[in-house]
């Protein structure tokens, strides 16, 4: 894997092994700092790879008197874990596996704010982990709700908001299927909306983009007496989302926005007043939507995504003929990020 490191990268964590003038604890910070460095804007998977080949190293050279140190740099080696594409469980799996092993010396003798950190950090990977079926979700919700013991909303009001999004997309992801499940619904809403009096348009573009695409999803899908209500005011979150999100600047995430738009201008009659007339207008554009967000995500290779909306557009074809659309339904495209 090293001689796929970048030159001056490579060169570095070569030093940092070789040089003989500095302690073992020394050697460690540096391989850390280099292989931090190459998993912050990866250019290949490759580079996070050997992320974790540098992790190990510095595992190796880890005095035994170094148990916090240790702790650490199990915690860094997990998020290079999590950050690795792929369709199976297994880098998932490992990335678990280094959170649980560095999270006791973490609570124990860290500070509190990098315990939390990891605990937002696995509540990520057993979310991912959930939707493959290889864990129950509910372990998720336990390890952002012991993050949010200490990112308050009046201390770290950042993590504090990204934190309620990911529960809340949690709460969006549990089968709809018990009693429980309109309360979830509307704590996923609450969750979003909580989050959205911290994140704003100006000061935090991106994640306030996030959370208004994830807020118009769960309006979208809430099950309610007020479904025409519910899709106008997911139709201005996706709004506020295109804002930031733009073909040229974030091209997938602008695409998720739009699929999500189109699902909901499927499901919104053309006169309010009258919904008895249909909508064909509002399918024609739900169909331009459609198919730009098709040619972006068979652009960028996921074709899940593009097969999804191709099933999709045959459909829609047949329902611009007769001008009514059944329901669509569904998630959504939503989102969670690591901070």
């Known amino acids: 894997m090293a001689e796929n490191l970048p030159v001056h990268e490579f060169n570095q964590a070569l030093k940092a092994i070789e040089e003989e003038s500095i302690s073992a604890s020394e050697k460690v910070d540096l391989l850390i700092q280099i292989a931090t460095g190459l998993q912050q804007k990866p250019k290949s998977p490759q580079q996070l790879h ?67 950190e990891a605990e937002m950090n696995l509540g990520l990977v057993l979310q991912s982990l959930a939707g493959l079926n290889a864990v129950p979700i509910t372990e998720s919700i336990k390890a952002y709700q012991r993050a949010l013991k200490v990112f308050t909303k009046a201390a ?50 991106t994640e306030y983009a996030m959370l208004q695409n994830n807020l118009g999803n769960a309006l979208q899908y809430a099950s309610s007496s007020h479904a025409v209500e519910n899709n106008l005011r997911a139709l201005e979150a996706y709004d506020e989302a295109l804002k930031v999100r733009t073909i040229n600047d974030t091209p997938y995430e602008y695409a998720n926005t739009i699929c999500n738009k189109a699902n909901c201008l499927c499901n919104l009659p053309d006169d309010l007043d009258n919904p008895e007339k249909g909508n064909r207008n509002r399918l024609r554009e739900a169909r331009d939507y459609y198919r730009e967000a098709n040619d972006i995500f068979v652009k960028h290779g996921d074709r899940e995504k593009a097969n999804m909306i191709q099933e999709t557009l045959q459909q829609l074809n047949a329902d611009i003929g007769t001008g009514h659309a059944g329901s669509r339904s569904g998630k959504g495209f939503g989102e969670t990020r690591i901070q």
């Open 50 to 116: 050997n992320a974790v080949t540098l992790y190990d190293k510095a595992l190796e050279l880890c005095p035994e008197s170094e148990i916090l140190l240790t702790a650490r740099t199990h915690a860094r080696k997990g998020t290079a874990l999590q950050a690795i594409p792929g369709d199976s469980a297994d880098y998932l799996h490992k990335a678990q596996a280094e959170f649980e092993t560095a999270l006791p010396v973490l609570n124990q003798s860290g500070t509190p704010e990098e315990a939390a």
């Open 156 to 205: 770290y009001p950042t993590e504090y908001a990204i934190l309620h999004n990911n529960l809340a997309t949690v709460y969006l992801s549990i089968p709809m299927s018990d009693e429980r499940a309109k309360m979830r619904e509307a704590m996923a809403v609450q969750s979003f909306q909580e989050a959205l009096k911290i994140i704003t348009l100006i000061d935090q573009p």
